[in-house]
């Protein structure tokens, strides 16, 4: 059983701020930026690939209120709203999980960066995504 599945079943504590049939939301033990939150669906998926459309709906919409609340209840300026697919984008725990990084200056220890890299043919990557 993964982490989250024995967070979900109560075998692990964890700091919980939102649950219901569906999703749970609780406290990032790592805190990248006070009050980094993880929100899940109780369900076990792999990943954002993996998760039903039911489900998905559900918990994008938890995590909309959840990212107003933080950000009025904390003060916070911004927040970054990620899910990583797979260990080459991040993923460490293998249930479908959104981080939710409220932002407080662009100093603090969140470092999020996209750099340019060689251009792409877009016209041969929009035929092959879009077929």
Same mark, same amino acid.
């Given at each position: 059983? =993964?982490? /989250?599945? $024995?967070?979900?079943?109560? !075998?692990?504590?964890?700091? =919980?701020?939102?649950?219901?049939?569906?999703?749970? *939301? /609780?406290? &990032?033990?790592?805190?990248?930026? #006070? +009050?980094?939150?993880? *929100?899940?669906? #109780? #369900?076990?998926?792999?990943? @954002? %690939? &993996? =998760?039903? $459309?039911?489900?998905? *709906?559900? %918990?994008?919409?938890?995590?909309?209120?959840?990212?107003?609340?933080?950000?009025?209840?904390? +003060?916070? $300026? +911004?927040?970054?709203?990620?899910?990583?697919?797979?260990?080459? *984008? +991040?993923?460490?725990?293998?249930? @479908?999980?959104?981080?939710?990084?409220?932002?407080?200056?662009?100093?603090?220890? =969140? $470092?999020?960066? /996209?750099?340019?890299? !060689?251009?792409?043919? %877009? &016209? !041969?990557? #929009?035929?092959?995504?879009?077929?």
């Amino acid at each position: 059983m =993964c982490i /989250f599945c $024995k967070i979900v079943a109560n !075998e692990i504590p964890s700091s =919980c701020i939102y649950e219901d049939e569906t999703v749970m *939301a /609780f406290l &990032d033990i790592s805190q990248v930026t #006070k +009050g980094h939150t993880l *929100a899940i669906p #109780k #369900k076990h998926y792999d990943s @954002f %690939l &993996d =998760c039903d $459309k039911e489900t998905l *709906a559900h %918990l994008i919409q938890v995590a909309q209120m959840l990212a107003n609340r933080i950000i009025e209840r904390t +003060g916070a $300026k +911004g927040m970054n709203i990620l899910s990583n697919v797979n260990e080459i *984008a +991040g993923q460490s725990v293998h249930h @479908f999980h959104l981080h939710l990084i409220p932002r407080y200056s662009s100093d603090d220890a =969140c $470092k999020i960066t /996209f750099n340019e890299s !060689e251009t792409q043919n %877009l &016209d !041969e990557l #929009k035929t092959i995504l879009h077929s």
